[in-house]
C-alpha cells in the first residue's frame, strides 16, 4: 500500500512540474508560433537540420584549410 502512495505522489509532482513548465513556456511558445506537440517536434526538427548544415560546413572549412 505504502508504494501505491508513493507512486502516486511520484505521478502527482511529475504532473504538476510539466504543468508549471507549460504555463511558464506558454508566452514563448506564442510568440513563436507553437500551438501543438506536431510544432515542437517540427521546431527540433528545423534546429537539428541547422545543426547539422553548420556541422558539416565547419567540417568542410576545416578541410579546406587543412589542405
Given at each position: ?31 513563436l508560433g507553437i500551438h501543438t506537440e ?30
Amino acid at each position: 500500500m505504502s508504494e501505491l502512495v508513493r507512486e502516486a505522489l511520484r505521478y502527482y509532482e511529475r504532473e504538476r512540474f510539466y504543468e508549471n513548465m507549460r504555463t511558464r513556456m506558454q508566452p514563448a511558445a506564442e510568440r513563436l508560433g507553437i500551438h501543438t506537440e506536431e510544432d515542437v517536434v517540427e521546431l527540433v526538427r528545423e534546429v537539428r537540420r541547422e545543426m547539422a548544415r553548420e556541422e558539416a560546413e565547419r567540417k568542410g572549412n576545416s578541410t579546406l584549410a587543412s589542405a
